[in-house]
């Protein structure tokens, strides 16, 4: 069985996901929608991170249920940062690449949360696959909010 993998994996991508959207938050403070609602789906993901430990253990995994709640030692100079140029028309550049970033990691995160869920079907392994049930709805709700925030704010920043 390969399940292992896909888990280790998924965790990995899981952990990252939690540190690039808190240091997103970080970077954007003057963007209240984006400082906020990054704050929130870094707190989804890392509960996936939980469930993934937890679930992991089924297959000799030893996978860490913490991500950092700190965000680490620059966060204040993002911040900085995001105040001073907030008036300035790069942020909006700056933001879309961010926002690319988390649309990539998003997806990915979200097709490995499909694998897993098709290989918890394969294996018949009803609590992996309840775990992927309940997690995979928020990595696609992710998923969705990178997109339309792309949507919404590439026009007036590519056209400015």
Do not use: F, N
């Not at 970080?26 to 989804?44: G, S």
């Not at 993002?78 to 700056?94: D, F, K, M, N, Y």
């Not at 079907?121 to 992996?128: E, I, M, P, S, Y």
């Amino acid at each position: 069985m390969k399940i292992d993998l896909a888990l280790r994996e998924l965790h990995r991508a899981e952990k990252a996901l939690v540190r690039d959207l808190l240091k997103v938050s970080d970077r954007h403070h003057a963007e209240p929608e984006i400082h906020h609602v990054t704050r929130d789906l870094a707190r989804w993901s890392r509960d996936h991170v939980r469930a993934l430990a937890d679930a992991g253990r089924s297959y000799g995994l030893d996978l860490g249920a913490e991500v950092a709640e700190r965000p680490g030692p620059l966060a204040p100079v993002r911040t900085a940062v995001s105040e001073l140029l907030s008036t300035r028309p790069e942020p909006g550049v700056l933001l879309l690449a961010d926002l690319r970033r988390l649309h990539r990691a998003c997806a990915g995160a979200s097709l490995d949360w499909e694998l897993l869920a098709q290989g918890a079907q394969a294996v018949k392994d009803d609590d992996l696959l309840a775990v992927a049930s309940r997690c995979h709805p928020h990595a696609l709700r992710q998923l969705k909010w990178t997109d339309a925030m792309l949507k919404q704010l590439s026009p007036q920043v590519l056209a400015g």
